[in-house]
Nanobody, 124 residues
Framework: QVQLVESGGGLVQAGGSLRLSCVAS????????MGWFRQAPGKEREFVAS????????SYTDSVKGRFTISRDYAKNIMYLQMDKLKPEDTAVYYC?????????????????WGQGTQVTVSV
């Protein structure tokens, strides 16, 4: 059972930056993928970005393209989300997730493992 632990959330002013980290408890296989999702109050959980563990193929939701960057440290089993030019509408609990598949990564149901979430709050 892979355990995922996020860190790096906090309060930041609009236009600022934060970097989220997600540490996996064990070495991840070549067919593994990871993603970031977020959930704002009263809204459904939504896809933010994903990365395949072996090849590093990236995907982003349109609202964060050009502002957020997903990456991973293959040797350390850590995934990152660098968030720049943050907006108040980015405020949400951010979750990292792991999938035993590299398909349908924009869909939450694809993922087998989830972290506990970390709060990101962007003030005006």
């Amino acid at each position: 059972q892979v355990q995922l632990v996020e860190s790096g959330g906090g309060l930041v002013q609009a236009g600022g930056s934060l970097r989220l980290s997600c540490v996996a408890s064990e070495r991840l296989g070549s067919r593994f993928a990871m993603g970031w999702f977020r959930q704002a109050p009263g809204k459904e959980r939504e896809f933010v970005a994903s990365i395949t563990w072996n090849l590093g193929a990236l995907s982003y939701t349109d609202s964060v393209k050009g502002r957020f960057t997903i990456s991973r440290d293959y040797a350390k089993n850590i995934m990152y989300l660098q968030m720049d030019k943050l907006k108040p509408e980015d405020t949400a609990v951010y979750y990292c997730a792991g999938a035993l598949s590299t398909l349908e990564l924009r869909t939450a149901a694809t993922y087998d493992y989830w972290g506990q979430g970390t709060q990101v709050t962007v003030s005006v």
